[in-house]
């Protein structure tokens, strides 16, 4: 007689423990580097024109 394992499926459980670190860690760098960039590059107007329809009259 054999007995057969039960194979466990990869549980949500265990994928939020793997995702959530990885995706924390990729905001505290994003984070980190747009503390560092904040002011180097300037923001510059955009400035684009509009046409406007005629109105009747």
Not at 2 to 26: E, H, N, W
Not at 27 to 33: E, F, M, R, Y
């Amino acid at each position: 007689m054999t007995i057969q394992r039960r194979r466990r499926k990869f549980s949500g459980v265990t994928a939020v423990s793997i995702v959530a670190p990885v995706a924390l860690l990729g905001l505290v760098l994003l984070g980190a580097w747009a503390w560092t960039d904040g002011g180097r590059t300037p923001v510059g107007d955009i400035v684009q024109p509009i046409p406007v329809p005629e109105l009747p009259q």
